[in-house]
């Protein structure tokens, strides 16, 4: 199970026992927040879209859809950026974090996504 959550939901943001592995999907550090009470088990920035895409998209739900192609193709071409996002949700919870007041349309909603097509793809018993 992949679950998105705002950074800033959990008091000083720290973890849940019901989060699992824990990974912040941002490109940039959330405001006010230290590293050391996130309880973070990663922080891979490659997963997050390029600084390019972000200031493009600004959170617009009306290039929402246009924002996710773009943001798939990137992720495409890095496919090690995600892999250990992957790997983590096949041995069970995760959390993917982020920043943003917009919580509908951000790229942790997006690659939450990305990742269950990833995982459905290349599921063990598939055909």
Do not use: C
Not at 42 to 69: I, M, T, V, Y
Not at 107 to 125: F, Q, T
Request: proline fraction near 6%; aromatic fraction near 10%; glycine fraction near 4%.
């Amino acid at each position: 199970m992949i679950q998105v959550k705002r950074i800033y939901d959990s008091p000083s943001g720290r973890a849940s026992q019901k989060e699992g592995s824990r990974f912040l999907v941002d490109r940039l550090w959330p405001r006010g927040l230290k590293k050391e009470a996130l309880k973070l088990d990663a922080w891979p920035k490659d997963a997050a879209p390029s600084n390019e895409l972000r200031h493009w998209f600004g959170h617009d739900p009306a290039k929402w859809q246009e924002f996710r192609r773009r943001y798939f193709a990137e992720l495409d071409a890095h496919p090690a950026a995600w892999a250990p996002l992957v790997k983590a949700a096949r041995r069970g919870r995760v959390t993917l974090l982020f920043s943003s007041k917009e919580l509908a349309h951000n790229n942790a909603v997006a690659l939450k996504d990305y990742i269950e097509s990833r995982l459905k793809k290349h599921s063990p018993g598939r055909v």
